[in-house]
């Protein structure tokens, strides 16, 4: 940072899978607390070593997610920037913690911090564990498309691209010490993605071994603590930075899905033999032929 002098750092860097927190949640304390825990004392020792003028200009903008806040109820209002953490899963609590040192460095140290909470991303290069990408890899294998209990978990869905123009615009224009909810205004259940997924690869992969791809879903046993419904109000982003996603989920969906399938070559090499185990390790115990999946 010396040799360098940024004039900002953004930290996406994460163990970011519920699953894989629950199997083995060291990794995600190791990353998640103790990392960001070395990043704020590097930008503590930066700045101290700068002018007033120079820590003024400087950012700190964290990364998080919205499941800090816990699981709604079917009628309960969104998510917001006061809502109270209730994190369910290891992974949720590992980001509420380093939520709350990024908060504590600011008022004890004055840092120039800012803080994101997303909701769910979805798009290009995003790792076959995740939902979407996985039921495209398996879909057009003809392997089944395992959901978790009766499907009907909601999520609010925002297209990776939109994400990242929202972490720029908050980095450029994002009050010091503030947070913002960053959501892509798509509460969708599960099953309607898988649904949605299904559909778009009837139309374009007609001559795939497997049709309709939705004969392949298959319910399996839900994961521990699985949070009911996440809901983002995004109000005050758009508020006072003027920023909404571009994409609707209609619009990204399909943006995704033709990505995967262009992308071959890609795929081939991100599912290697650590992949495989991992989702044998993942299926093994929820009732499912992992060697379907």
Known sequence: MRDYKPRAIVHFAAESHVDRSILGP?????????????????????????????????????????????????????????????????????????????????????????????????????????????????????????????GKNVRDWVFVEDHCDAVRTVLARGRVGETYNIGGWNEKANLEIVETVCSLLDELCPNDPFIPHRKLISFVKDRPGHDRRYAIDARKIERELQWRPRETFESGIRKTVSWYLENEEWIKEVTSGSYRQWMEKQYATRGHDASRA
């Open 26 to 150: 060291d990794d995600f304390i190791r990353t998640n607390v103790g990392g960001t825990f070395a990043l704020l004392e590097e930008v503590r020792a930066y700045c101290a070593d700068l002018n007033e003028t120079g820590c003024t200009d400087f950012r700190f903008l964290h990364v998080s997610t919205d499941e800090v806040y816990g699981s709604l109820g079917p009628a309960d209002p969104a998510f917001s920037e006061t809502t109270a953490y209730a994190p369910n899963s290891p992974y949720s609590a590992s980001k509420a913690a380093s939520d709350h040192l990024v908060r504590a460095y600011h008022h004890t140290y004055q840092l120039p911090t800012l803080t994101t909470n997303c909701s769910n991303n979805y798009g290009p290069y995003q790792f076959p564990e995740k939902l979407i990408p996985l039921m495209i890899l398996n879909a057009r294998a003809a392997k089944t498309l395992p959901i978790y209990g009766d």
